[in-house]
């Protein structure tokens, strides 16, 4: 090519352009980096080593270039900072092109340069706004990680976007980030719950109305149930539109237990009281009627010694006497034992069939001057029960009933043990069964159905059943009255208790 040509052709390229040796001196440039450089047509720029319009990095980056050059893979770009004459900064990316000799020695190279200034300065300023954005975010992160409340964040398909430490760890997971993605059914509560959750944050985007202090319970990943107060409220772009939903919450679960204490607490007394009232009245009532009928006694005792053959007559006053003193023993032995049950929880495995004969040797004993004829009907060899000491004063006491309620001359009783099920449970059904004067059915149904420390129809009766009644309730149990003959409250009573079968 004519020289003048290329020299032509050279200076009016539209393009940056620059021709030097292996040293980085200039030989050759295009007319446009003059302009760029911001140097003047006058000045001397042949000659000059590329290295002067280079910045100090950029410099020693380009020295390391050139002597490394023979080896280095020229089809790839270099971004190089070159400073203009006013001291602005141009940073180029720059493609190498090289000009060899016949002998393919390497002897000069074609710099085309691409001015990415102002590409790097949008590039720097996205980057650092990222930063910022990050920082911002670290910052809100750390912020949100550092309150006691339990934070997430969801779109508007119920899909977790975030949550902080204290959310993620009841979760299961070790780090926010590890739930991103996530729904409630992929999390440790339970179905039922994770519905739950999902209905009323369906309801807040649906609606767009923020809900406060929902109660909700929620199984933590660690097992435990945890009460929670929720609030989830409808996050909004800029337009207004409902893009998500924010949750916070704080566990509740101390205060929760510490209310339920107080209301157990409260119920407690107030049972307390009822009970120690209840007692009060049955003490008052029975024992002002065990006195009434000692003083009687004495009283009539007084008239009978005035009279011959009194001795006869002064036995069965002493024995009336005697009677109501043990009948008054029998108060206190109750009142004592309704009172320790509540104390008494244990419950074991006992042989029923051991204690069915303990309390019929105690009744024997304890009537020993009455005809007493006591027969069992039980088709097992051994009967065994779930309960505690409790049930031989059950025991004792309803034989004692049968025998301190009957004014016949023979005391019938027949005790009948059977096995059933009921509501999937298997029970021992022990029926005692005598020939007394039995008990009113409107007494039957308030001592089966009213509180036993409410009862005014056993505060009438005694509290006996009351504390076979009470001694059941606390085994899962149950006492069950009936007439022997049917219809016919006068002929004797049929008391049956169900009592959990070992």
Known sequence: MNKEIYKTFLRNFNGLVLITDLK???????????????????????????????????????????????????????????????????????????????????????????????????????DRIERELRKSQKMLQLVINNIPQFIFW????????????????????????????????????????????????????????????I?????????????????????????????????????????????????????????AYNRAEFYKDVFTHDISNIL???????????????????????????????????????????????????????????????????????????YEDQTIDIKIENDYQDVYIFGNHFILDALKNLLRNSVIHNENKQIKIIIRLDKIKENSKNYVKLSIIDNGKGIPDPQKKAIINENIETNISLKRIGLGLALVKKILNCLDGEIRISNKIYGDSSKGSKISILIPEA
């Open 154 to 213: 969801k779109d508007i398909n119920g899909k977790f976007l975030g949550c902080n430490d204290n959310f993620a760890e009841a979760a299961g997971f070790d780090s926010p980030s590890e739930i991103v993605g996530k729904t409630d059914f992929d999390l440790a509560w339970k179905k039922s719950e994770a519905e739950s959750f999902f209905e009323t944050d369906r309801l807040v985007i649906e609606t767009g109305i923020p809900h406060y202090n």
């Open 215 to 271: 109660i909700e319970s929620q199984s933590q990943a660690d097992g435990r149930k945890a009460w929670l107060d929720i609030n989830k409220i409808p996050l909004r772009d800029a337009d207004g539109v409902v893009v998500g939903l924010l949750g916070t919450y704080e566990d509740i679960t101390e205060r929760v237990n510490n209310q339920n204490r107080l209301k157990a607490s409260e119920q407690r007394y107030k049972s």
């Open 24 to 126: 980085g001196k200039i030989i050759d440039f295009s007319k446009k980096v003059l302009s760029v450089l911001n140097i003047k047509m006058g000045d001397d720029f042949t000659g000059k080593s590329i290295l002067e319009f280079l910045g100090p990095i950029s410099r020693k980056e380009y020295k390391r270039f050139l002597e490394g050059i023979q080896h280095l893979d020229l089809n790839q770009t270099y971004q190089f900072n070159f400073i203009t004459n006013d001291g602005s900064l141009l940073i180029g990316k720059i493609q190498f092109s090289p000009i060899r000799m016949e002998s393919d020695q390497l002897k000069y190279l074609i710099l085309t340069i691409e001015d990415i200034t102002k590409e790097q300065e949008k590039k720097q300023k996205r």
């Open 292 to 366: 009434q009928s000692i003083l009687s006694s004495i009283e009539i005792s007084k008239l009978y010694l005035k009279k011959e053959n009194k001795n006869r007559n002064l036995k069965n006053i002493l024995e009336l006497m005697v009677n109501q003193i043990n009948r008054g023993a029998i108060l206190v032995e109750n009142i004592k034992k309704l009172s320790l049950i509540d104390e008494d929880d244990s419950i074991e495995k006992l042989r029923l069939d051991d204690m069915l004969f303990e309390s019929i040797n105690f009744l024997k004993k304890k």
